[in-house]
């Protein structure tokens, strides 16, 4: 049976001066409910469900001027998320393994992206 899966996505930014600069302290929380990585029935039984996952991202930074500096950390927690599962042979592959007759020999994931923690600086010209 097909049920209703949730998605949420929420930010929130705090503005504030800081020594004269202008200053922001953000997060955001995106989780995303085990889905389906395809339409048709079948092709979700070769490919599976994939699984639900979070991931928190933080920044903080000041501009002021043409210069601006930001510190921000994309998926704190490091999550293995999901976007999409495929095969490269779709739904109907052929090359099945003996011991799972009609799931593919090979099933791809593009994951979420992993943790990143890095500083943005730039001037405007």
């Known amino acids: 049976p097909i049920t209703p899966k949730v ?3 929420a930010t929130a930014r705090y503005t504030f001066d800081l020594m004269g600069w202008n200053a922001h302290a953000q997060g955001a929380v995106i989780y995303q409910d085990r889905s389906f990585p395809a339409l048709k029935t079948s092709d979700v039984a070769a490919l599976g ?3 639900s996952y979070t991931t928190v991202d933080l920044s903080a930074g000041a501009e002021k001027g043409t210069l601006s500096l930001e510190l921000f950390v994309k998926n704190l927690l490091d999550s293995n998320g999901q976007v999409t599962r495929y095969s490269p042979c779709g739904g109907d592959c052929t090359g099945t393994t003996p011991a799972n007759p009609g799931v593919p020999a090979a099933i791809y994931y593009v994951p979420v992206t992993p943790r990143m923690i ?3 600086l730039s001037k405007k010209f």
């Open 49 to 51: 469900v994939m699984p």
């Open 118 to 120: 890095g500083v943005k």
């Open 7 to 9: 998605k949420v996505n």
